[in-house]
């Protein structure tokens, strides 16, 4: 049987009678992908498999509670995520072209990105393998990849986009 929660009830850090309730809850640790979508289907701890509906407006946040169609409260964590990063040897005054080119490339892919603090962040949304090999096609002279795991903590709201048809 499978446990659906539709009804949000708020956030354990910001509502202090939630975390007064959560001694007997169902958990769930979603990765920071499945906390955007609408329909999520993932097994909590304790194996029981569990449904989430949510609009799709809006992402989880580590703390999270649902109720679910059967009464049981369900309390959401986010895993910790790796990200790409993208950084420069050199300052970039000579590269804006290549980096204009580049950021066109990733969004025609759809593959999030933030930039923040002078580096590149790209959400690894498909085998970072394929993103890599991607970028450097562009062959961009001093240019370094690197990888940082990220907490539910530390979370890097990358934009998300639709094309309207």
Not at 20 to 38: A, F, M, N, Q, W
Not at 108 to 132: C, M, Q, R, S, T
């Amino acid at each position: 049987m499978i446990e659906l929660a539709e009804t949000y009830l708020g956030n354990i850090t910001e509502n202090a009678s939630l975390s007064e309730r959560i001694e007997e809850c169902l958990e769930v640790y979603l990765s920071p992908t499945d906390s955007r979508k609408g329909r999520i289907h993932t097994r909590a701890t304790s194996g029981t498999d569990v449904g989430i509906v949510k609009s799709r407006d809006w992402s989880l946040q580590e703390g999270d509670i649902f109720v679910t169609q059967e009464g049981k409260l369900l309390l959401i964590h986010l895993q910790e995520y790796q990200v790409m990063v993208l950084s420069f040897t050199e300052p970039v005054s000579n590269r804006v072209i290549d980096l204009i080119h580049l950021g066109h490339v990733l969004g025609n892919h759809h593959w999030p990105i933030i930039v923040h603090d002078g580096k590149i962040y790209v959400e690894l949304v498909i085998d970072a393998e394929v993103i890599e090999a991607t970028i450097r096609n562009f062959a961009i002279p001093d240019l370094q990849i690197d990888y940082e795991w990220r907490s539910p903590k530390e979370q890097l709201n990358f934009s998300q986009h639709a094309h309207k048809d």
